[in-house]
Each structure stands twice: as structure tokens, then as C-alpha cells.
């Protein structure tokens, strides 16, 4: 493996963090204090071609490879994780699925627009009672003439009150199972179509995320993606884009903790020194180093995989469950090393706990990976209670 990256994606990424440096980091406390999602920044972020990064060119897309998508998402991830969840879920859960399963009709009528961020997308996935064991939909889609008419509840979903655009997962005949699964491609401007803020989370204040009540929605038939019977393999390649997208967003959190804490321990005197002096303050700094270190290599493999079209739901998981913790330890650390300071906002460190906290609970939580990575490499399921 060739660990080098081409010129290309050298200057991707440095453009990636000048980006994030100018247009982000600038905004990312006062977003995070008052609430607010963005639409100016979303719309800038639309601008430099990221939320279309691997769309093929001729759909409005970057037509970029993962790796330098991950590149991308982690320099973002570093600025603002608020603005990095808008990245993932536009163009992993909702424009990968639309590639890779969509009509042409589809493709031409919903990526130009989603790429461009003249609409945004949700992945209404995760149900009130449905959230790990996501075959288990309790949402409804029932047959009329010509389409369906869906019935059901969605939670925790990114985007739901400014999504133009709603994958919705339904089951249309619960005797079959996951077999009966199916996803639509709801238009949220269609009566019956009823999102509702979150309040109060811990973290990733500047997002939007919602509750989403489906009444009697009707959708044609050719706004099902993929076909009856696709929907949980639809939910399940998105999610292999969505994890690799929320891995490599944790990369940056993690490269960000090091750089802060590398900044502020060699300012920070104490007993007449700096405290980037002592051997304890080092030892935090060399631990947040290496698990940065180790999760960009896994994120690097992971993107590798896929742009080479190899399976790799076994080395995102890892990707993921490492990237994700890790950022929490490292959010945790750099505060440690900030003291005090690093308790209030001052410094985006207090931020980078907060927000890295959801990374191991959404789009499959470390336990869910582990239970992927275990299955993989015993050829025993232990998701199932015996
Ligand atoms: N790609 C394509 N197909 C896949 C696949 C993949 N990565 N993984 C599985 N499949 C297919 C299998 O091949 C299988 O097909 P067949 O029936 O034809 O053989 C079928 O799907 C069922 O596969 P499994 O037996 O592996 O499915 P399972 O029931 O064992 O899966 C699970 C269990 C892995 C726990 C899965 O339910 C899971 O990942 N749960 C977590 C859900 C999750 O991540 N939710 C987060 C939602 S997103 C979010 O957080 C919202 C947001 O806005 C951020």
C-alpha cells in the first residue's frame, strides 16, 4: 500500500483546511452557543463542492475519490463536527444510496440539486423503537394505485426540519421481514410530512436534528429506491459511506485536540515553565498523537477499499469504532491538558467533547461495530440472542 497521497489530494486537503480555517472555525463557537444551523456556511460548503464530494461529475458531484473525500471530511470534522454531520449525511446517507441504487431519472432529478445544496437530504433510518436492530421498522408503507401511502414515526434524524428530500425506510408487508423493506425518496413539502426539533442536546448544537411524523404521506412508485425487498440493503450501503464519513470527521477532533494542545502547552507556564515541559503533559500529548495516527490509517485503509470496489463493511466498522472512541479520549485529554481553560469555550476543546460524544451512538454504535467486527471474523452472529 502506497501511503503516500498524490498531488491531487495534497492539495484537496490543504485547500480543505484553509476552508475550514477562514470560513469555519471563525463561526463554529457563536453557532454552537446561540443554536444556530447555518444555512450560509451550508451553502458555502455547497460552493466548494463538498456536499457532493464522490458524485460522478456528470450529476453535479465532485467526482472525487474516498480517500480524498475522507480528507476532506476530516479537515471539516476538525472545524466544526455541526457542519461536518451536514457533509455525511448529505453525501454518504442520502447521494451515495441515490447512486448507487437509483433510476437514471432519479439520479438526474435529485444529485445535481442535492450537490449543489439547492435542497438538503435526510436518512430517516432510526425509529423511536427502531434504532440498532434497524430491520425492525415499525413504519408503514401500504400499496394504493400507482404508489404508497406511508404511516410512522422517525427519531434523531439530521436535517429532518430543512431536508427537502426524506429517504424514508418502511416495511410494506411485516410476514416478510427484511425482505419486505423498502426506501422512498419522500419530498418533505408533501402534506402529512411533520418534523419537529430535538431541544437540549449535549452537543453538536449548531445541527439540526428532529423527530419526523409520517401521516398518510403519499409517494408514487417511482420514488422508491431500489426496489421492495432493498430497502435494509439500501439502509446498510449508506451506512458503510456514513460511517467512513463519521470516522474520518473524528480524525479531525482528534487532530484538532493534538494541535490545540500542542499550542497551549507550549504557551501554558507553570512553576516557571511551560507546560508542554513536563513528562505527564507529553505523555497525554503521545497518547492523542498515536490514536490519531492509528484512526487515520484505518480511515485511509477503509477509503482505500472502496475506491478499489472491494468489500469493506469489516474495516469501516473498525474504522469507525476506532475513530470514534478515540475522539472522546482525546476530547477528554485535551481538556485535561487545557485545565481549567479547556472546561468553558474559550477553546473549541470543550466543544470537541461534546460533539465527538454522539460519534459512538449514531450511524451504528461501538457496540454494533464490534458485534460487525466480531461476526466477520468468527462466522458466528452474536447479534441475535440465541
Ligand atoms: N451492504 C449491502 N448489503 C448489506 C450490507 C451492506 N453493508 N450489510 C448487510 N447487507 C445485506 C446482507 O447481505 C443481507 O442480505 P441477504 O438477506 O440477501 O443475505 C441483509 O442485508 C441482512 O444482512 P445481515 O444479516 O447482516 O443483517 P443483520 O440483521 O445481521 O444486521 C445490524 C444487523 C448489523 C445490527 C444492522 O441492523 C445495523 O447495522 N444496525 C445499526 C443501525 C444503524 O447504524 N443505525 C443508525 C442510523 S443513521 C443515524 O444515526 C441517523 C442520522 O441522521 C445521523
Known amino acids: 500500500m502506497d ?24 463561526q463554529s463557537r457563536e ?18 463542492g463538498y456536499l457532493g464530494a464522490v458524485v460522478p461529475q456528470e450529476y453535479g458531484g465532485a467526482g472525487l475519490d474516498y480517500l480524498s473525500y475522507g480528507l476532506i471530511v476530516e479537515e471539516i470534522g476538525r472545524g466544526d463536527s455541526a457542519i461536518r454531520t451536514v457533509i455525511s449525511v448529505q453525501t454518504s446517507l442520502v447521494c451515495s444510496g441515490i447512486v448507487r441504487w437509483g433510476t437514471e431519472e432519479q439520479k438526474q432529478k435529485y444529485l445535481p440539486k442535492l450537490c449543489s445544496g439547492e435542497w438538503l437530504g435526510c436518512f430517516g433510518l432510526t425509529e423511536p423503537d427502531t434504532g440498532s436492530d434497524a ?22 434524524i439530521s436535517m429532518a426540519n430543512y431536508a427537502k428530500v426524506a429517504m424514508i425506510f418502511a416495511q410494506t408487508d411485516p410476514s416478510l421481514g427484511t425482505k419486505g423493506l423498502a426506501c422512498f425518496i419522500v419530498d418533505t413539502d408533501q402534506p402529512g410530512y411533520k418534523p419537529q426539533t430535538i431541544e437540549h442536546k449535549m452537543g453538536l448544537h449548531g445541527s439540526d436534528t428532529g423527530s419526523i411524523a409520517l401521516e398518510d404521506v403519499e409517494v408514487t412508485d417511482e420514488q422508491m429506491l431500489g426496489g421492495v425487498g432493498d430497502g435494509f440493503k439500501v439502509a446498510m450501503s449508506n451506512l458503510d459511506s456514513g460511517r467512513y464519513s463519521v470516522a474520518a470527521g473524528c480524525v479531525g477532533i482528534c487532530q484538532g485536540c493534538v494541535e490545540e494542545s500542542v499550542k497551549y502547552s507550549t504557551e501554558r507556564q507553570q512553576f516557571g515553565k511551560p507546560i508542554a515541559s513536563f ?16 484512526s487515520r490509517m484505518l480511515v485511509w485503509r477503509a477509503g482505500f477499499l472502496k475506491d478499489k470496489g472491494q468489500p469493506n463493511t469489516l474495516e469501516t466498522s473498525i474504522a469507525k469504532l476506532h475513530a470514534t472512541e478515540s475522539s472522546l479520549e482525546c476530547a477528554n485529554m485535551a481538556i485535561q491538558v487545557h485545565g481549567g481553560a479547556g472546561y468553558v469555550d474559550d477553546h473549541p476543546v470543550e466543544r470537541y467533547l461534546r460533539d465527538a460524544r454522539v460519534t459512538t451512538i449514531y450511524e451504528g454504535t461501538s457496540q454494533i461495530q464490534k458485534l460487525i467486527i466480531g461476526r466477520q471474523m468468527t462466522g458466528i452472529s452474536a447479534m441475535v440472542p440465541a
Open 31 to 48: 453557532n454552537a452557543r446561540n443554536h444556530h444551523f447555518d444555512l450560509d456556511l451550508v451553502k458555502k460548503v455547497a460552493d466548494q
Open 135 to 156: 430491520a425492525n421498522q415499525r413504519t408503514r408503507a401500504t400499496k394504493t394505485d400507482g404508489g404508497w401511502v406511508i404511516n410512522g414515526n422517525k427519531m434523531w
Open 3 to 26: 501511503f503516500d497521497l498524490t498531488d491531487e489530494q495534497r492539495l484537496i486537503r490543504s485547500t480543505a483546511r484553509e476552508f475550514t480555517d477562514n470560513e469555519i472555525v471563525i
Open 279 to 294: 513528562q505527564l503533559v507529553q505523555a497525554m500529548i503521545a497518547d492523542m498523537t498515536v490514536k490519531t495516527e492509528a
